[in-house]
């Protein structure tokens, strides 16, 4: 077969499955890794593709990094009734490091007022618990990007290197079973990446429209994940599949037509 021919098949499994894994594209028309890489290289360099770990996935999917105020506005609800139900496993004294996703940022209103270590990114979480005594809190300072009005680099990721952290709270702009949690900003990815090591607990906070999801950039394996909060929309199979891997999950319940959340 030639190569303008497989590819073209690459595209429509891709347009068809979101994403596509190399292992099977190359068991599945024959040929060996290497080939399949080629293929999607070429695919990649003329942006019909975005490469992934492990694979591809449409442009359509790689959507931009939205503005922080517009992600807060995307299921908004949702992600009010998650954040409420993270903060649950939180106790005094704890060490905690909250990203600078738009769910974690909610989870500020529901903190309970105890004492806490706050480690942080995000300019805006920051803004949101200045004035609590309570907490102590701690940004990393480093190279502030004003789309997510957070803080990357190498002296975000250095500021963090003398913590151990109880909780790392991150949100994802999708989670799959198989390929893991992944961002479309490569900065946020390579600092949640790197701090993993240093979290004894890693939860995943996101609303039921982030699973099974891909974005380009993998910041996490699925065995390096401990806990995932999402909501009561979630596919109970979907779910299964987290928990097969290890996660544990937490649900959090919507009330009815959205009303109910205190």
């Known amino acids: 077969m030639l190569p303008s021919k497989r590819q073209e098949l690459i595209l429509r499994r891709i347009e068809s499955e979101g994403s596509v894994r190399s ?3 190359a ?6 890794n290497e080939t399949i890489r080629k293929d999607l290289e070429a695919l990649a ?10 694979g591809a996935t449409g442009v359509s999917d790689s959507r931009h990094d939205l503005p922080l105020p517009a992600r807060q506005s995307v299921s908004r609800f949702e992600k009010s009734v998650v ?5 649950r496993l939180i106790e005094p004294k704890d060490t905690i490091f909250m990203d600078a996703s738009s769910t974690v940022l909610t989870m500020t ?16 979480v920051i803004v949101a618990l200045g004035g609590r005594p309570e907490y102590d809190l701690i940004c990393t300072g480093g190279n502030y990007e004003e789309r997510s009005r ?5 002296m975000a990721e250095d500021a963090l290197k003398r913590f151990m952290i109880k909780w790392l709270f991150v949100g994802v702009d999708g989670l799959h079973h198989e390929m893991g949690a992944s961002e479309v900003n490569p900065g946020q990815a390579v600092l949640k990446e790197r701090l993993i090591p240093r979290a004894e607990n890693v939860c995943v906070v996101c609303d039921s429209s982030k699973l099974e999801k891909k974005s380009p950039f993998i910041f996490a394996p699925v065995r390096k994940l401990d806990f995932l ?3 009561s929309r979630a596919d109970p199979k979907v779910l299964r599949l ?5 996660i544990r999950v937490r649900i959090a319940e919507l009330p009815e037509e959205g009303r109910g959340l205190v």
């Open 23 to 25: 292992l099977d594209l």
């Open 27 to 32: 068991s599945a028309f024959g040929v060996t």
């Open 45 to 54: 360099g003329a942006k019909r593709i975005v490469r992934i770990h492990g």
């Open 83 to 87: 954040a409420r139900e993270a903060v």
């Open 109 to 124: 209103d529901y903190l309970p007022a105890v004492p806490l270590t706050i480690l942080t990114n995000a300019h805006h």
């Open 150 to 154: 957070s803080y990357v680099g190498a």
């Open 229 to 231: 909060v999402t909501d």
């Open 242 to 246: 987290f928990e097969g891997e290890g």
